[in-house]
């Protein structure tokens, strides 16, 4: 047995390094945090300076009002980044029509309707599509879905289509919509559906008309994150979309989004220092704030719609 002296001197020492360790977490925490901030920073400032060299060479008026985007003409390159957000936003149109009745129907099947075994089974597997390559999903979209839509729907459809890279956006962003939007419905107290249970309602009047009010905030807070998720999408557009921008609304036609812009000229397309290379930088940052905005709208919706408890 340990004698008293011992016990009281291991007791100071497990005290003192108890000790130090509250004074080392802290200053651990504070770096990573420090450091989060620096790369946003850092990456910030890349952009920044890299578009202000693009704008130095083309015309910012140019950029944001043309519609015609062929940088690689050498006679007469044109620079109109409008062509590359309508593609962007054809793509991430389709998406949402695809994600959103999908997402919310199984965030209220899995809040309301599903028994906590099925609930347990159900949802892992639903997620389990958030963790496949998007790459593995745009050859999914190039030689499962547009195939099945040329022979079932469309015949003179081209192989790059948005339609079909619209879909499999969409396929890919459920799990988002439906994970977070059930969160938010289960959150909503049980003493609010049984009083509506109470007054007669049935379960999909409770369910409808209780619980997706109580959650609006955080349901809208999951679409507009998705919708932030399908307009930074790559892989798939990039293989399932072609790359031909164009300012168009048809969804049959080849179009090019910003990130898939990005790709192609990552791919060594432009050389280091050339005008098409710094349009890359000029297109991320128009991109980085369409995506800032997304989540600045996000964090407004969940204060603004918030229901407390």
Not at 42 to 69: A, K, M, N
Not at 82 to 110: E, R
């Amino acid at each position: 047995m340990k004698s008293t002296r011992e016990l009281i001197q291991e007791k100071q020492s497990n005290k003192n390094i108890g000790s130090i360790m509250e004074k080392v977490i802290p200053i651990v925490l504070l770096m990573t945090a420090i450091i989060s901030v620096l790369t946003t920073i850092g990456i910030v400032i890349t952009l920044l300076v890299e578009t202000v060299t693009f704008f130095q060479r083309v015309s910012i008026v140019e950029f944001f009002t043309s519609t015609e985007w062929y940088p690689f003409y050498e006679a007469d390159p044109s620079y109109g980044v409008l062509s590359l957000i309508a593609g962007t936003l054809l793509i991430t149109a389709i998406a949402m029509v695809v994600a959103i009745p999908i997402g919310l129907g199984a965030a209220l099947y899995l809040s309301e309707y599903a028994t906590e075994k099925v609930r347990r089974r159900v949802k892992p597997i639903l997620e389990v599509l958030a963790g496949i390559p998007t790459i593995v999903y745009g050859f999914f979209a190039l030689t499962f879905v547009t195939p099945l839509i040329k022979n079932l729907f469309l015949s003179d459809l081209s192989i790059f289509n948005a339609l079909s890279g619209g879909i499999v956006v969409g396929i890919m962003i459920i799990p988002m919509v439906a994970s977070l939007s059930e969160d938010a419905m289960r959150a909503v107290p049980n003493h609010i559906r049984e009083g509506a249970f109470a007054m007669g309602a049935t379960r999909l009047e409770v369910a409808l008309k209780v619980v997706l009010p109580g959650a609006l905030s955080g349901v809208v807070a999951s679409f507009v994150l998705a919708i932030s998720r399908a307009i930074g999408e790559t892989m798939i557009v990039a293989v399932a979309a072609g790359s031909t921008p164009k300012f168009t609304a048809d969804p049959t036609e080849s179009i090019q989004t910003m990130t898939a812009y990005i790709v192609q000229v990552s791919l060594g397309d432009a050389g280091y220092g050339s005008t098409i290379y710094y349009s890359i930088y000029a297109v991320g940052m128009t991109l980085f704030v369409f995506t800032l905005l997304m989540n600045l709208l996000s964090q407004y919706i969940s204060r603004k719609f918030r229901e407390e408890y």
